[in-house]
């Protein structure tokens, strides 16, 4: 699958064309401390289509081309892709995603299918226990911890090049501000809708099968 950053205008609006030709989408974000308040700075996205063919994955630089450009009002934008209803947008554990996508840039993310819910969902209708605090650390209030997408992907027998112990911000929560992005930051957000995408296929195939 062909990774392709994209930081300039012309290449954003031919992205945007891409990316808008498909009902689903995988969609995943990168920041520092990602949320709310945490600077939204990467929008990685790729086209899904049923035929499993590759289709580019892009690797949107919001913090050089500007989040009111990525997510303008008018055309071309990205926009258009998380607020509709229509598009699926594929996602794993999409929290933070959407709570940075509207507290900075107003969009409101819709028409999700979250992996990380779905995979919970099928376990427990299969009869397993919902997940349970394993720390004393953590108060009995605390929503306990789901599996990761890598532990997802391994029960798939889904193989990825990222390892959270070797990611990019692992040691730096900066590196995603800093530029220019070194080729594993940008490895690093291409993989995750690469394995998005390849989970969706296989839980999709696996657990809606008749």
Known sequence: TAIKLVDSVSDFRLAVDDISSHARVAFDAEGVNLGRSGELTIATIQGIDDDKEDTHVYVIDVHVLDGDVVFSTESPSLRSIPEDAETTKVMFDCRSDSDALYHQFGVKLTGVFDLQVFDQAVRIHKGELPPKNQSRFFSQDIVPFVPSMEEVAARFSIKTTKR?????????????????LTPESIAYAGNDVTMI?????AMTATEVSP
């Not at 990019?168 to 220019?180: I, Q």
């Not at 995408?197 to 296929?201: D, G, M, V």
């Open 197 to 201: 995408s390849s989970l969706w296929h």
């Open 164 to 180: 959270k112990l070797s990611s990019p911000h692992r040691l730096n929560c900066n590196v995603w501000k800093e530029r220019p």
